[in-house]
């Protein structure tokens, strides 16, 4: 359902260890899928995108995995950092009639300890 | 690294009152698009403009909102008679094209606006 925001799901993971956030996307039609970490303050800042033809992409430290079949996205972060605490969104391409409009999802956010 | 700016970074104004948001997108980005974000939710789509014109926009963009490229490199954002409810972050962003095919082309998100209608 709708998120508040103020009670944003939130992943604690310890520094050095490999972190999962995920996303359930809203429209199978989709094409694109794009993760963004929000620091406080700040505009969405790209991380890794992938298109829907493929199901894996690897980027510096991270990795996006796609599953058409169940509409889920997830980002994996190895060997997470402290500078990696942040709100990660996930935002599809509305791919209706030439649109090329983000939705983006909820938000997960990402507590690194020390 | 060429990146999306906005200004101001902080815009308090009186309910009822005009502001322009205003964005420097990527120069070389033919794609520019207008978001909102309120305090601790979700980034919504406003509007997209391609070749001075708007080629689409969301319930949010209504009468009151209007987009404007005065020159080759600003891109405005302007809400004509601002509510409280206008109270966001504004976001700015920009793409450099559609690929082939029709495919998406990855958007960059500029630092926002906030904007406080009191």
């Known amino acids: 359902g709708e998120s508040v925001g103020l009670h944003l799901p939130t992943l604690s993971v310890q520094e050095g260890d490999n972190s999962i956030i995920n996303c359930a996307y809203s429209?199978?039609?989709?094409?694109?899928f794009i993760w963004y970490k929000q620091e406080s303050g700040k505009g969405p800042q790209f991380i890794i995108d992938i298109r829907s033809n493929m199901d894996k992409r690897q980027g510096q430290r991270v990795t996006v995995l796609l599953n058409k079949t169940v509409k889920h996205l997830s980002l994996q972060i190895a060997a997470t950092q402290p500078g990696d605490s942040a709100v990660y969104f996930c935002a599809e391409n509305g791919v209706t009639s030439g649109t090329y409009k983000y939705i983006f999802g909820t938000g997960t956010r990402l507590k690194v300890l020390a | 690294e060429p990146e999306v700016t906005q200004t101001p970074s902080h815009q308090v104004t009186q309910m009822g009152q005009e502001v322009i948001l205003r964005c420097v997108p990527i120069?070389?980005?033919?794609?520019f698009y207008w978001y909102r974000q309120i305090l601790g939710q979700k980034v919504e789509f406003l509007v997209s403009f391609y070749n001075n014109e708007i080629s689409e926009k969301s319930e949010i963009f209504d009468d009151q909102f209007s987009v404007e490229r005065p020159d080759g490199s600003n891109f405005t954002l302007k809400i004509r008679s601002t509510k409280l409810e206008d109270s966001a972050m504004y976001f700015c962003?920009?793409?450099?094209?559609?690929?082939?095919?029709?495919?998406?082309?990855?958007?960059?998100f500029g630092p926002g606006t906030r904007l406080t209608v009191l």
């Open positions: 429209n199978s039609a989709s094409d694109y």
């Open positions: 962003a920009s793409s450099e094209g559609i690929l082939a095919g029709g495919l998406a082309d990855t958007q960059y």
């Open positions: 120069s070389n980005h033919l794609y």
